[in-house]
């Protein structure tokens, strides 16, 4: 079976703003994650940029919004697309 294509460049996540919203709202890695349905893994990898626990760049993009939302951050806050 072949995935879609994805046909425009993903947007880069800025973990940083990540982070700081997480902080600001006194959630540890696992608390946010576990609010998510996520594990601190993947909490911690998008703040640090990693992608090893993610199935693809698309996933990570697709958890990183998932994770804005709940922290309350518009998605330009945490993603650059200028490079799209």
């Not at 902080?23 to 946010?32: M, P, R, V, Y």
């Not at 601190?40 to 994770?67: D, M, P, R, W, Y």
């Amino acid at each position: 079976m072949l995935l879609p294509q994805h046909t425009q460049p993903l947007p880069i996540i800025d973990g940083d703003s990540l982070k700081k919203a997480r902080t600001e709202k006194n959630l540890t890695e696992a608390e946010l994650a576990k609010e998510c349905a996520l594990v601190a893994k993947h909490i911690i990898q998008l703040e640090n940029g990693e992608t090893s626990n993610f199935f693809s760049a698309h996933h990570k993009v697709q958890v990183a919004k998932k994770v804005g939302r709940y922290l309350g951050l518009e998605e330009g806050d945490f993603l650059d697309t200028s490079s799209s």
